[in-house]
T-cell receptor, first 113, second 111 residues
Framework: DAGVIQSPRHEVTEMGQEVTLRCKPI?????LFWYRQTMMRGLELLIY????????DSGMPEDRFSAKMPNASFSTLKIQPSEPRDSAVYFC???????????FGSGTQLSVL | GENVEQHPSTLSVQEGDSAVIKCTYS??????FPWYKQELGKGPQLIID?????GEKKDQRIAVTLNKTAKHFSLHITETQPEDSAVYFC??????????FGSGTQLTVLP
């Protein structure tokens, strides 16, 4: 398996634009997580899915953020409209079960100007 | 929710010396205790984990020890090498059944 695949690797956009981050989890993994990493706040869990269903989105900072998982092999994290404070590295991770080993993607470096 | 404290935030050691990183957690229901290593430009990667029914686990130069009474667990790296230089995160699993990541420790192994 190729591991968790995220795209794009880097994204530079202007404030107010819509940003869509994409993730393909490892085949057979039932859980998918979106994390955000910044120097100030470290690694924060934004939302996670179990069998394509959002379970906990309490980490989503505000209504500008939304996440979907239309099928077992694809998820998106959307920011609309984007703001400079959204600049961070966004990671997608997947696991076989709750509390099991997390496999992380390489991340998307987002810069909002 | 789970409160996690990780110390130290930075650690420099000479190549060949040992390194120890400590993680303190608050949720007494925590039962899974992993350590992740993050290299520059990459996502975190699990290096070792332990469950609450075990006090210590070792994998070559890496070991994790758990003290459930005191609610802390530690990462031990022996015979450190330059490739051990990275950021290390503890991530205990609390009653919410999800991992809470510590703030990270930047380990630098000096040649």
């Amino acid at each position: 398996d190729a591991g968790v695949i995220q795209s794009p690797r880097h994204e530079v956009t202007e404030m107010g634009q819509e940003v869509t981050l994409r993730c393909k989890p490892i085949s057979g993994h039932d859980y998918l997580f979106w994390y955000r990493q910044t120097m100030m706040r470290g690694l924060e869990l934004l939302i996670y899915f179990n069998n394509n269903v959002p379970i906990d989105d309490s980490g989503m900072p505000e209504d500008r953020f939304s996440a979907k998982m239309p099928n077992a092999s694809f998820s998106t994290l959307k920011i609309q409209p984007s703001e400079p404070r959204d600049s961070a590295v966004y990671f997608c991770a997947s696991s076989l079960g709750a509390g099991e080993k997390l496999f992380f993607g390489s991340g998307t470096q987002l810069s909002v100007l | 929710g789970e409160n996690v404290e990780q110390h130290p935030s930075t650690l420099s050691v000479q190549e060949g010396d040992s390194a120890v990183i400590k993680c303190t957690y608050s949720d007494s229901a925590s039962n899974y205790f992993p350590w992740y290593k993050q290299e520059l430009g990459k996502g975190p990667q699990l290096i070792i984990d332990i469950r609450s029914n075990v006090g210590e686990k070792k994998d070559q130069r890496i070991a994790v020890t758990l003290n459930k009474t005191a609610k802390h667990f530690s990462l031990h790296i022996t015979e450190t090498q330059p490739e051990d230089s990275a950021v290390y995160f503890c991530a205990p699993q609390g009653s919410a059944r999800q991992l809470t990541f510590g703030s990270g420790t930047q380990l630098t192994v000096l040649p």
